[in-house]
Each structure stands twice: as structure tokens, then as C-alpha cells.
């Protein structure tokens, strides 16, 4: 079963709406400000954590439809292990499969475009097989936060520009971060092979849920719900590794952004504010994206107990080997990893 990927864009590119300021000079100056910004960034977020990465990034200001293109080719290029095993699966109900896969994939990215601000490209491979090495920001959803909470637009760039380059360099700077993820996320690819009895399995799931009492669909979304245990574990390892690294990501903008910006608490009190959105809450549950939004909080608050505990040098513990990356549990209660760490 071929997902269609190209019905994917097309159903993205209706939902990605548009913005008055889009391809304006506003957006062009940007862009031409954006590579000094991502500079500056670099070179702060190496001296807050002592990661190094080699060479220059490539620094581009998208449109949203260029983003959910670019993000659309990569997972063209990481889900073709298990489309080339399920190319078997032949006839109309895998066609149907096919074009409903990329319409909800589609209608996903197409609605997240409108709110991303800034992506780190290495993790995703591009099309051509090729990894990135590319610092992106949407641009039109940039000005639209500036406009709508009348941030200092050279303040709020530079402060997603920190958090990006901290991504950059945890994925350059620690040599086995890359491959490492893209180990977790090729184990989910490879057992996400249809097996018999799931159905069945799913309806008990839900069943014991609702006699319990418990969310019906959790925070990994329905992908959480038609997961096998197997994939679940892994799906665990995911979260535990992107809570440690986006909520180093957000200390150490929010770290920088006290000394170097003026509006650095307002800034983040409105994203923070953002995240919490009810009226988007059920909609990224049942997208997994829940999870997404979860992993600042935890993040954070696991790199503030370990730094009250044992100070900001015990992070580095982190980057030595996959062995020390905290689990989802020690994500939920740091002075357990600090034990295991000694």
C-alpha cells in the first residue's frame, strides 16, 4: 500500500489558510536577517551547553505550504520500509487505505503549519535521501504572533532562533543523537505491520478504559490506541528522549533569553499560554500531538530537578551515550535518573 502523497499536499495546502503579509518586504527582510540571527544564537547556545557543532547552517524563511512540503518529503523517505512490506496488500481496500492515510496526514500538517514557528532540519531526511542541515522559520506565522502580541519582532525572531540552534546543536553536537533517533523512529516504521486480531484487541482496550474511567484516547492519540505493546514501548523512548530535548531546548532559550532580551518573560509566558489553548486541546489528543505539547512541561521540569539537585554540569550525563538518557519515568521524577547516573 503506496501512501499518496501528493493527495497529502493537496489536502494540506487547502488548510494552511493564508496571511496578509506573506511574501511581503516584511517577510524578505526577515530573511535576510534570519542567517545573523541563527549565528548569534549558535554561538550562545554553545557556550550555555558546550555542545559544539561543525560548520554552518543553512537558514531559510518558508511559506507554510513549503513547510508541510518539506516535512511531507521526509516522511515520505522514513515510512518506505513499511510501505514497500505492505506493497502486497493489493486492491480496492488498500487504495481507499492509501488515499485516506494521506488525507488525515495531509489535514494534520496542513493545520499545523499555521501554528509551527521554527524547525530544525537534520532529523527528517529530504526527499533525495540527503540530510539537511537547515534552520527553518514560517514566516508569515513569525509576523503573525509579533503583530497579534505586539512583541518586538527582533526580540521574538532571535528567541525562536535560540531554540532551534539549541536543537542543532543536540543533534550535531552529540555524535550519536541522530542516528539514535532515527533508530527509534525506523522501530515504529518496521512494526507498524497490520497483524491479526487488532481490531478485536482495540475494543477491549477501550472497553477496560471506560469501565475504568480513563481518557479513551490518550496522550499518544490514535496512533497510541491501534499501537501494539511493542510499539508502545518504543513510542515511550520517543517521548522520554524529545521531553530531554525540547525542554532543553526551552530552558536554554529561556536561559539566554533573560540575559540577552528585554521581553524575554512576557514572550514566554504568552507561548507557554499558547500550548495550553483549550480550544486546540481535544484536537491535538486525538492527533498525538498532546504528547508534543506535554513534553515542554516535563522537559522543563525535569532539567529544573536535576539542576536543583545536582547542578547544570549533571546534564551533561545526558549526551554521553543512549544509555544515559533518562526513561519516561525519570522524566517524571529526575532524582531517579540522577541515582542511576551515580
Do not use: C
Not at 540571527?37 to 550562545?44: G, N, P, Q, Y
Not at 478504559?209 to 523512548?237: H, K, N, W, Y
Amino acid at each position: 500500500m503506496a501512501i499518496d502523497w501528493e493527495q497529502a499536499v493537496r489536502v494540506a495546502s487547502r488548510m494552511t489558510g493564508s496571511y496578509p503579509l506573506e511574501g511581503t518586504y516584511h517577510e524578505a527582510r526577515f530573511a535576510l536577517q534570519a542567517p545573523q540571527m541563527v549565528m548569534r544564537a549558535t554561538a550562545l547556545v554553545e557556550e550555555e551547553t558546550g555542545l559544539h557543532a561543525p560548520g554552518v547552517a543553512e537558514v531559510a524563511v518558508v511559506s507554510r505550504k513549503e513547510w508541510v512540503e518539506n516535512n511531507i518529503g521526509s516522511f515520505a523517505v522514513l515510512v518506505r520500509p513499511a510501505e514497500e512490506r505492505l506493497a502486497a496488500h493489493s486492491g480496492i481496500g488498500a487504495k481507499i487505505a492509501s488515499r485516506i492515510t494521506a488525507a488525515e496526514l495531509g489535514a494534520v500538517l496542513g493545520l499545523l503549519s499555521r501554528r509551527v514557528l521554527g524547525q530544525y532540519e537534520l532529523v527528517l531526511p529530504k526527499a533525495d535521501g540527503s540530510d539537511g542541515d537547515t534552520v527553518m522559520f514560517v514566516g508569515s506565522n513569525i509576523l503573525a504572533m509579533e503583530r497579534q502580541h505586539e512583541f518586538r519582532p527582533n526580540e521574538f525572531r532571535f528567541w525562536v532562533a535560540l531554540h532551534e540552534a539549541t536543537h542543532r546543536l543536540q543533534f550535531l553536537g552529540v555524535p550519536w543523537m541522530k542516528e539514535y533517533f532515527l533508530s527509534l523512529v525506523d522501530e515504529l516504521v518496521r512494526a507498524s505491520t497490520p497483524q491479526k486480531g487488532t481490531l478485536s484487541r482495540i475494543a477491549n482496550d477501550l472497553a477496560a478504559a471506560a469501565r475504568a474511567g480513563e481518557p479513551l484516547v490518550d496522550e499518544a492519540g490514535l496512533f497510541g490506541v491501534f499501537a501494539t505493546p511493542s510499539q508502545r514501548q518504543a513510542i515511550d523512548r520517543v517521548q522520554a528522549l524529545m521531553s530531554l530535548l525540547e525542554g532543553h531546548g526551552h530552558v536554554v532559550m529561556d536561559r539566554i533569553g533573560a540575559r540577552e532580551l528585554v521581553t524575554q518573560d512576557r514572550m514566554s509566558q504568552v507561548l507557554k499560554a499558547r500550548r495550553q489553548d483549550p480550544r486546540t486541546a481535544m484536537f491535538m489528543r486525538l492527533v498525538g500531538l498532546e504528547m508534543k505539547m506535554r513534553q515542554y512541561d516535563d522537559g522543563a521540569k525535569f532539567i529544573a530537578g536535576v539542576e536543583r539537585h545536582a547542578g547544570w554540569s549533571a546534564l551533561d550525563q545526558a549526551w554521553l551515550s543512549s544509555g544515559h538518557l533518562p526513561t519516561l519515568d525519570e522524566i517524571k521524577n529526575p532524582v531517579l535518573w540522577l541515582e542511576r547516573m551515580g
